[in-house]
């Protein structure tokens, strides 16, 4: 990872998705792609930065595919702090910060499913191009927040109900 380090501003990377649990139904199988990390980008000492699920290409997006109309139970296990260092950085993820979309033709600017809670069960079927799931969230840096590239672990879990 590079380190920019300037007295103006800190690069806060993504909130890197290192780790994606799946369970596996023997009768429906899913799989699930991370198509973008939650990216931050440059962060101001003591200025928070809220990246929307609406935002493409800093939102972080994953995709499950399966069987079109099998039910599926998606559980976030969300960071509240990222680090580099030894140097931590809250990160929250507001109650209306995860949104989903399982039409053929996503659309990350207005999903038909929005403000969801990323910290309850998302239960919901796949469609025929699968299931596409944005996730923003929020940085509060310190006044004195070191420079660097801040990372933290995403972890989504996605089990067939069986319906």
Not at 78 to 89: A, D, E, I, R, V
Not at 118 to 129: C, F, K, M, N, W
Request: hydrophobic fraction near 40%; proline fraction near 7%.
């Amino acid at each position: 990872m590079r380190h920019l380090h300037t007295s103006q501003a800190l690069r806060v990377c993504a909130i890197v998705v290192l780790s994606v649990l799946l369970w596996l139904e023997p009768a429906s199988a899913q799989n699930v792609v991370v198509n973008e990390d939650l990216i931050f980008s440059y962060v101001y000492p003591g200025v928070p930065k809220e990246i929307d699920k609406s935002t493409a290409g800093s939102a972080a997006e994953f995709l499950i595919t399966g069987t079109a109309g099998d039910e599926v139970s998606i559980t976030f296990t969300l960071p509240s702090y990222m680090s580099q260092s030894g140097y931590t950085m809250q990160v929250l993820f507001p109650q209306t910060s995860c949104a989903l979309d399982s039409s053929s033709v996503p659309d990350q600017s207005s999903p038909p499913v929005d403000d969801l809670d990323p910290y309850d069960v998302i239960t919901y079927r796949l469609g025929s191009a699968g299931l596409t799931v944005w996730l923003g969230g929020k940085v509060i840096p310190k006044l004195a927040q070191p420079p660097g590239d801040y990372t933290a672990d995403i972890v989504i879990t996605v089990a067939y109900t069986g319906l």
